[in-house]
Nanobody
Framework: QVQLVESGGGLVQAGGSLRLSCVAS????????MAWFRQAPGKEREFVAT????????SYVDSVKGRFTISRDNAKNTGFLQMSSLKPEDTAVYYC?????????????????WGQGTQVTVSS
């Protein structure tokens, strides 16, 4: 089992930045690729970004490319999502997820470990 705990959400004005963290425990973090998903009110959960086990491969949904950066520190069992140039449409609960399955995919059902989520609210 892998336990994931997100933090770093909050209220920010449009154009601002936030850095989300996801601390993993229970198993060797570097054995899992991880991803960030988000769910806005009344909408389905959607893929945001993913990063490979070593951190060498990343992928993003088009709407966040150039604004968000996913990274990880395996020595600290922590993943990150740096969000810049935030827009009101980025408002959502952000979830980190982990999976040992290959290949790396951006679909919800490929991830079997999830955090509880952290709220990000971007005001206009």
């Amino acid at each position: 089992q892998v336990q994931l705990v997100e933090s770093g959400g909050g209220l920010v004005q449009a154009g601002g930045s936030l850095r989300l963290s996801c601390v993993a425990s229970g198993r060797t973090f570097s054995n899992y690729h991880m991803a960030w998903f988000r769910q806005a009110p009344g909408k389905e959960r959607e893929f945001v970004a993913t990063i490979s086990r070593s951190g060498g491969i990343t992928s993003y949904v088009d709407s966040v490319k150039g604004r968000f950066t996913i990274s990880r520190d395996n020595a600290k069992n922590t993943g990150f999502l740096q969000m810049s140039s935030l827009k009101p449409e980025d408002t959502a609960v952000y979830y980190c997820a982990a999976s040992a399955r290959l290949p790396i995919r951006n679909t919800i059902n490929e991830y079997n470990y999830w955090g509880q989520g952290t709220q990000v609210t971007v005001s206009s």
